[in-house]
């Protein structure tokens, strides 16, 4: 009897799972709806003002977890209704699935329970204070004094400062300029000082109303579901742009647009908003309902042959060479656009024959068959195209053109996608063919073909007329590589069947495309870009048969949730980027096939394992791999199975990363400790390796791998990111952005470690960025030897906390952290000061960043010893240190002591209550290049030692009237000044 009840007992839970299926259901479900509730409310707090304000880190993760889960939810309903199917075509039901079923069903309740929990603990603080970018810098060519082109803008920026004025119309052939002034205006420094945001849309000739609103949005930072209309849109886009003082810069425009429809109030006298636009045509002004309308006029001659011979150089006085020079400028017609290629294309050619032909061909009418368009532009403009030296050069140019217009180009996928199509010589190594993609784009950019991004060197973008002749040039028959080019145009059906065919170059990247063709027949297509269609969630069976030729495959961004058999007819593949694919479960056995596959990217994919038939890929130079740690994943999976790795002889980068998204670390951390020993010896047997991400589970790998790695001991890998010990959190989340990677190429991240290792040593002393998480024992950054981190620029420590100080600088005899210009130290519960002791010159030099969050017990930050190292930091954000009293020390400030931080930029305080002073002296500070203070829930901060002539760049001030109201002055004329730069919000953080 005993036994009976001891079995009852133990099948009791499982029987209950059983019979209480339908009403866990209806649980489950009444559960999502609240949990969606809060998401819905979550998100509409964040909307309210994305501009001024941004989501904090915790909720942006919670989110991603409510989404995480409403896929999960989605999953289930899906099999509950399978399920329900199966039962009405049985007499009996299936115990095992009803069982499996609904134990998935409570554990997804109880997960979803916990969300809708924690979402309490979030209610009136979603948002903090953002730093906000009034203007995004866009690329522009520099333009000396006393051209038409300033004598223009100076007449639009009049226009823009008139109060009757709200639209503005630029008009002007295409190649005269329009887009250039307005890239000068975009960027000038008193529209900052006039506007609250400055929005710029880039129309082009098929535009529609979905497209700008998508531009507005991204800039405003707001975020829309696909099935939101464009009415729900405009509503949106509506309340968040009529409580703002905005400048709306529409560039290209060919036809009229309604701005209503878009959700862009009229521009009116009350918040100051304006309206400026270019078009080629003056009727588009017109219609528009411009209140000035501004030509833009071609270059005088004097202003044209400036420009060019600015571009030439030194050899265009030549007295051979001046008289053809001079007729080159002529047969430019003063457009500017013109006059700059074709100057880059003859920059110091000294030979008199190549500057008569040049005569010649810009003279001549049969010089070009371009049609349709401004035929003078671009006869001129492809004489530079020609004059490009080489096919394969002009090919990687063309190139450019199947992104979308005025997209900014990342440089190194630019080049990734060259290098796998055959642009650059397949049998150059990795570093080498990337060393010669960046030799071929600088002669494009030289010519004037691209144009360098201000804001990044590790971006380009190509001029909306440079672009056109591009896919002018690639749309004809006879050019030898035609393209077909939809990218970024919103449209939701995929090319008829007849237009695949006799494409060489496809790209329909960053639109709502939902399904392709089943069998398009296009045997000479080389690349087909179609990331970022996010609805696209299907690839017909039969879609790559006829796709024999294909070399480049990007698929990145979209829902897809496997991969066709028939990609094993791609049998000349060399790139297949599959990143960001959040559906992708598996891939196929016939991956194996694709044995001319020199880079595979699949990170942040739903890939949990890889297939042995990977190990078949022997050309494979670059694999890129991340896989997520799911609770509902199957626990036997192999991750990559021993031997795959070490059989990709030909490997030169390997990454291979992990994500959680579970708190249960160890159960699914073991998981890939169970594999990473055997596939750290297949990495160490790799001969020919250069660039390394890996996470070693345990110290000892990391020390096998240091000593066994044949590229590691010769110097080989110039490029790492080693994650060593228990991290909780995803192993990306210390990646930056691509172009930020590029400098921040050698990462060591240790966790939990109790002491410090020769291993780590040895991999610190090559690192330039270095990340402490969790460390138990370290009393401070000095234990790892300042010698050891003289290369780094980048720290960040987290839950240490053990540590006091962060640096100590007592008896140092040499500079330290020379070269660090980013310190990030959080949640660091015993920490008392950022630096103490005494610190050799040459030391902190170059910080240009010091963020600290959640240091309870730190009471200052900068004593006078320190701040005066500090001459190049640019911006300091503190942010909950329940402790923190002072700034700037007060006992060490003497009166001397009165031009501090003259780099710094932006300086951010937040939920300080115990601050009660930056500078506790009465003296006013001098902050010569502070443009903006930004002061959160800090109410016993009493004085701000600053004024209008000790800031002279300061253009704002967020903080919260009830404090604003509140602070001392001195001289209650400085109030009055600078009132006129706050930002004033209630507590709920409204205006």
């Known amino acids: 009897m005993d036994l009976v009840g001891k079995a009852v007992d133990l099948c009791a839970p499982h029987i209950g799972y059983i019979k209480n299926l339908k009403r866990s259901f209806e649980q489950l479900n009444e559960e999502a709806a609240i949990l969606y509730s809060k998401k819905e409310d979550m998100e509409c707090e964040i909307n309210r003002d994305r501009i001024r304000k941004r989501p904090k880190s915790e909720c942006q993760d919670w989110l991603k977890r409510v989404d995480e889960v409403h896929n999960k939810v989605d999953a289930i309903k899906e099999e509950y209704s399978q399920e329900a199917e199966r039962c009405q075509t049985r007499w009996f039901p299936d115990i095992q699935s009803h069982w499996k079923l609904s134990q998935c069903i409570v554990e997804m309740t109880n997960q979803i329970s916990k969300l809708t929990e924690e979402y309490t603990k979030f209610e009136g603080v979603v948002v903090v204070d953002a730093l906000p970018h009034i203007v995004e810098a866009k690329p522009v060519l520099i333009i000396e ?7 223009t803008l100076q007449k639009i920026l009049n226009n823009v400062g008139d109060p009757r004025k709200h639209k503005i119309g630029i008009w002007g052939m295409g190649g005269v300029g329009k887009t250039t002034v307005m890239r000068l205006l975009n960027n000038l420094e008193e529209i900052k000082q006039m506007f609250e945001i400055v929005i710029w849309v880039t129309v082009s000739k098929h535009c529609s109303i979905k497209m700008l609103q998508t531009e507005i949005a991204q800039r405003l930072s707001l975020k829309f579901s696909y099935n939101d209309s464009d009415e729900r849109v405009a509503s949106i886009l509506f309340q968040t742009l009529t409580n703002m003082k905005f400048l709306l810069l529409i560039d290209d425009l060919w036809a009229k647009v309604d701005l209503h429809d878009i959700g862009v109030p009229s521009p009116n006298q009350e918040k100051g908003s304006k309206v400026v636009l270019t078009t080629r045509y003056r009727d588009v002004c ?46 430019c017609g003063g457009l500017p656009l013109a006059i700059a290629v074709i100057g880059a294309s003859l920059r110091k050619e000294d030979n008199v024959h190549v500057w008569k032909n040049a005569v010649q061909e810009l003279s001549s009418p049969d010089t070009s068959d371009i ?3 401004e035929e003078q532009v671009f006869r001129r403009l492809k004489f530079s195209f020609d004059r490009l030296e080489d096919d394969n050069v002009r090919n990687c140019f063309l190139y450019a053109a199947l992104y979308p217009e005025d997209h900014k180009i990342n440089i190194f996928e630019l080049i990734e996608y060259w290098r796998a199509e055959g642009l650059i010589n397949s049998g150059l190594t990795l570093e080498a063919a990337r060393n010669k993609g960046h030799a071929i784009l600088r002669r494009i950019v030289d010519s004037s073909l691209l144009l360098k991004n201000d804001e990044s060197i590790y971006e380009v973008s190509m001029h ?35 237009e695949w065919e006799n494409v060489n170059r496809m790209s329909l990247m960053e639109n709502k495309i939902s399904s392709l063709p089943k069998r398009p027949n296009c045997p000479t297509l080389l690349t087909l870009l179609l990331q970022r269609n996010w609805r696209l969630k299907t690839i017909p069976e039969s879609f790559f048969d006829q796709m024999y030729a294909l070399k480049v495959l990007d698929l990145s961004l979209t829902r897809i949730e496997s991969l066709p058999h028939s990609i094993c007819h791609l049998v000349n593949l060399r ?20 044995t001319t596959i020199e880079v595979l990217d699949v990170q942040n994919t739903q890939i949990n394992s890889l297939p042995t038939e990977i190990g078949q890929l022997t050309c494979l130079k670059v694999l890129k791999v991340s896989f997520p740690m799911k609770r509902d994943e199957n626990k036997e999976d192999v991750m990559i199975s021993g031997g795959i790795i070490s059989w990709l002889s030909q490997l030169e980068q390997l990454s291979i990363v992990l994500g959680f998204d579970n708190p249960d670390f160890g159960q699914y951390g073991n998981k890939w400790g169970k594999c990473a020993k055997s596939v750290m010896n297949d990495v160490s047997c790799l001969t020919r390796l250069v660039s390394l991400e890996f996470w070693f589970p345990r110290m000892e790998y ?27 959190g995803s192993t990306t989340e210390w990646f930056g952005c691509l172009q930020e990677r590029e400098r921040r190429n050698r990462m060591l991240t240790l966790c939990g470690y109790d002491s410090i290792t020769s291993a780590s040593i040895v991999v610190l002393s090559h690192a330039n960025t270095f990340t402490l998480f969790g460390q138990k024992s370290v009393h401070s950054l000095r234990e790892f030897g300042m010698q050891n981190m003289s290369g780094l620029i980048s720290c960040n420590i987290a839950g240490c906390n053990a540590m006091g ?4 600088g007592n008896q140092l005899t040499e500079a330290a952290l020379p070269n660090l210009e980013e310190l990030y130290v959080s949640y660091m519960l015993n920490l008392r000061s950022i630096w103490e002791g005494s610190f050799p010159p040459g030391s902190l030099n170059c910080l240009k960043t010091l963020e600290l969050l959640k240091c309870e017990k730190l009471k200052n930050i900068f004593s006078r010893e320190i701040i005066h190292r500090l001459s190049n930091l640019e911006k300091l954000r503190v942010e909950s240190c329940s402790e923190l009293e002072e700034v700037i020390s007060e006992e060490e400030i003497g009166v001397e002591f009165n031009c501090v931080l003259p780099k710094l930029r932006h300086l951010k305080l937040s939920q300080l209550p115990a601050l009660r002073s930056i500078f506790k002296g009465h003296q006013l500070l001098k902050w010569s290049s502070l443009e903006e203070i930004s002061v959160l829930s800090c109410h016993n901060l009493k004085r701000l030692p600053v004024s209008i002539s000790t800031a002279p760049k ?12 509140e602070l001392e002055w001195d001289d209650n004329g400085m109030k009055v000044q600078l009132q006129q730069l706050c930002r004033l919000k209630n507590k709920s953080g409204t205006l």
């Open 371 to 373: 049609y349709d368009m």
């Open 702 to 728: 990391l020390k096998c791998f240091l000593q066994g790695s044949d590229p590691w001991k010769k110097g080989i890998i110039t490029s790492f990111n080693f994650i060593v010990g228990q991290h909780r």
């Open 464 to 498: 909306d007329v440079i672009r056109d002749l591009a896919l002018r040039i690639t749309s004809r028959k006879e050019s030898g590589c035609r393209f077909l080019v939809r990218a970024k145009k919103m449209i939701e059906e995929p090319p008829k069947n007849e």
């Open 805 to 808: 100080v962060v640096m100590d």
């Open 145 to 151: 004094e006393g051209t038409s082109t300033k004598r």
């Open 954 to 965: 300061l253009r704002r001030i967020n903080c919260e009237r009830k404090w604003w109201n």
């Open 575 to 594: 790139g297949l980027f599959l990143r960001a694919c959040n559906y992708l479960r598996t891939l196929p056995p016939e991956i194996g096939v694709l």
């Open 286 to 331: 017109h219609k528009m309902g411009t209140d000035e309308e501004i030509r833009v006029e071609p270059f005088s001659e004097k202003e044209a042959w400036d420009l060019f011979r600015e571009k030439v150089g030194e050899v265009a006085d030549s007295p051979s060479i001046q008289p053809l020079a001079k007729r080159v400028v002529g047969e």
